[in-house]
C-alpha cells in the first residue's frame, strides 16, 4: 500500500525554522519525482517545490525561493523542506506528493505549520 | 507565471444532476491538465490526468476536456458523495498552478 507521512508541523514564531519530512513506503521512492504542495486555512493549494529522483533537480515557487530548500533522502525514502525565515503568510497544511509527469497521483495527509507571535 | 481561473467558484446541484466546472489558462498548457478532488479535511485526490485521461478507480461519471488554454470537468450525474471542492492544476510549466477551486454541494 502507498504512504505518504508527513511530519514536523507546529507553532513558530516568525523569523523561526522549521523541517518537515515525508516518510515514503509502498512504492519505489527513488524512481519518482517528489513535491510540495501548501494550503492555507479556508484558501487553495499552492504547488511549493518538486525535486527530481536523484535529488539533482530542485524547483520552489519564487515567494519560497532562498527561505525553503527540497531535499530527499533515498536510503530512507524520506522527502524534507527545511523552512527558514517564517513568515505569517507561510501558515498553511503541507502537503507532500507523488510526482509523475501528469500531475500528483498519491498525496500524504499533510502537516500543518502555523506561524504566529 | 500561468494564471489558472476557475468558474463557477460554487456550485449547487440535485443528485443526478449534470456539472460542468471549467478552468481557464492565461496562456496554452497543451494537454497538460489535471482535476483533483478535496472533500473536507481531507488531501486532494487526483481524478483526472492530461486533460482527459481518467485516474484508475474513479467513477466513469467523472470526465475531462479540452486543450490549450479551456478545459471543463464534467460529473455526469452528480452524487452525494460528490460534495467537495475540486481544483485544476496546469502541468505543462512550472510553477505549477492551481485554480482556485469550485465548491460543489447538494441541494
Known amino acids: 500500500e502507498v504512504q505518504l507521512v508527513e511530519s514536523g508541523g507546529g507553532l513558530v514564531q516568525p523569523g523561526g525554522s522549521l523541517r518537515l519530512s515525508c516518510a515514503a513506503s509502498?512504492?519505489?521512492?527513488?524512481?519518482?519525482?517528489m513535491t510540495w504542495v501548501r494550503q492555507a486555512p479556508g484558501k487553495g493549494l499552492e504547488w511549493v517545490a518538486n525535486?527530481?529522483?536523484?535529488?539533482?533537480?530542485?524547483s520552489h515557487v519564487d515567494s519560497v525561493r532562498g527561505r525553503f530548500t527540497i531535499s530527499r533522502d533515498n536510503a530512507k525514502n524520506s522527502l524534507y523542506l527545511q523552512m527558514n525565515s517564517l513568515r505569517v503568510e507561510d501558515t498553511a497544511v503541507y502537503y507532500c506528493?507523488?510526482?509523475?509527469?501528469?500531475?500528483?497521483?498519491?498525496w500524504g495527509q499533510g502537516t500543518l505549520v502555523t506561524v504566529s507571535s | 507565471d500561468i494564471q489558472m481561473t476557475q468558474s463557477p467558484s460554487s456550485v449547487s446541484a440535485s443528485v443526478g444532476d449534470r456539472v460542468t466546472i471549467t478552468c481557464r489558462a492565461s496562456q496554452g498548457v497543451s494537454n497538460g491538465l489535471a482535476w483533483y478532488q478535496q472533500k473536507p479535511g481531507k488531501a486532494p485526490k487526483v481524478l483526472i490526468f492530461a486533460a482527459s485521461s481518467l485516474q484508475s478507480g474513479v467513477p466513469s461519471r467523472f470526465s475531462g476536456s479540452g486543450s490549450g488554454t479551456d478545459f471543463t470537468l464534467t460529473i455526469s450525474s452528480v452524487q452525494p458523495e460528490d460534495v467537495a471542492t475540486y481544483f485544476c492544476q496546469q502541468v505543462n510549466s512550472g510553477p505549477f498552478t492551481f485554480g482556485q477551486g469550485t465548491k460543489l454541494e447538494i441541494k
Open positions: 509502498g512504492f519505489s521512492f527513488s524512481t519518482y519525482w
Open positions: 525535486i527530481n529522483q536523484d535529488g539533482s533537480q530542485k
Open positions: 506528493a507523488r510526482t509523475i509527469t501528469d500531475g500528483y497521483n498519491f
